[in-house]
């Protein structure tokens, strides 16, 4: 499996971003795609992922209403819609992949990550 993460960058506090992952080689055997994020100093934590097959949604409590998950499947690509972005989201955003339930846990392949910066 490759994962081909997009769409970081430098926004302001209030603005939006879409990052976006191109995944290659996924089979019937794997679960889940999402993605997590990274702080400085700490572990990743997952924000929001989709189970490939039937494309049920899982989304951290405390980012429903700010984050919004999609999985284009004619493209493989799982994209992460995030609005109202603070400060404290900045942090190195990951796409990754699970090859057992639940999608939000201990991935089996990881993108390379890409940096989100929000000043305020």
């Known amino acids: 499996v490759q994962l081909q993460a997009s769409g970081g960058g430098l926004v302001q506090a209030g603005g939006s971003l879409r990052l976006s992952c191109a995944a290659s080689?996924?089979?019937?055997?794997?679960?889940?795609i999402g993605w997590f994020r990274q702080f400085p100093g700490k572990e990743r934590e997952p924000l929001s992922c989709?189970?490939?097959?039937?494309?049920?949604?899982y989304i951290e409590e405390s980012l429903s209403g700010r984050f919004t998950i999609s999985w284009d499947n004619a493209k493989n690509t799982v994209s992460l819609q995030m609005h109202s972005l603070k400060p404290e989201d900045t942090a190195i955003y990951y796409c990754?992949?699970?090859?057992?339930?639940?999608?939000?846990?201990?991935?089996?392949?990881w993108g390379q990550g890409t940096l989100v910066t929000v000043s305020s």
């Open positions: 990754a992949v699970t090859d057992r339930e639940p999608c939000y846990y201990n991935p089996a392949y």
């Open positions: 080689g996924l089979t019937f055997n794997h679960y889940g």
């Open positions: 989709i189970r490939l097959n039937d494309g049920k949604p």
